[in-house]
């Protein structure tokens, strides 16, 4: 874990364009091993909290939508090539075999459709969770541990608002 990611939970951290983030007291890029005697994780540590955990209900929350999109577009995909191959052994019986390069397209679409949003769920959710990880990990350096309540309402075309409990306690 690099000394940038504790700055990210510090009230003392300031961004200075060229640099990035610095710290308020030495007003210097963080310089140390381990851990940070001068951390002050208070309202930058909350606000890193809750914005980690409502990527991460962001994201679960759209696992049912993605299974019945998958669901949808696979049993359309089945209904086409099935409806194909009645219609093209009927065309058989009659000497005709026309259409298979447009179906068998068809259906590489649609299975593309349906395949694509769960392999966005997937990679979602691995940079949701692997995020937690990070912020749990780096808490129990500093002996920091939450508990933390969202209700997320009022959700539309990306906006949406946050009810947050977070409590911030040391453990140990």
Do not use: W
Not at 115 to 132: Q, R
């Amino acid at each position: 874990m690099n000394n940038k990611a504790h700055c990210g939970i510090c009230d003392h951290k300031i961004y200075d364009f060229d640099i990035g983030a610095i710290c308020g007291i030495t007003n210097e890029a963080p310089n140390f091993s381990g851990k940070c005697n001068s951390i002050k994780p208070e309202q930058q540590l909350e606000a890193k909290i809750v914005d980690v955990h409502t990527k991460l209900k962001l994201v679960t929350k759209t696992k049912k939508d993605t299974i019945g999109h998958f669901i949808l577009y696979s049993l359309i995909n089945i209904a086409i090539v099935t409806l194909y191959y009645f219609i093209f052994t009927h065309e058989v019986q009659t000497g005709g075999k026309k259409g298979v390069l447009v179906i068998a397209f068809l259906s590489i679409c649609l299975f593309g459709i349906a395949v694509g949003p769960i392999n966005t769920y997937v990679i979602d959710y691995k940079i949701a969770k692997k995020a937690k990880e990070e912020l749990d990990a780096l808490l129990k350096i500093y002996k920091l541990d939450y508990e933390i309540s969202i209700e997320i309402s009022n959700e539309a075309h990306g906006d949406y608002d946050v009810e947050k409990k977070v409590k911030i306690f040391r453990i140990g």
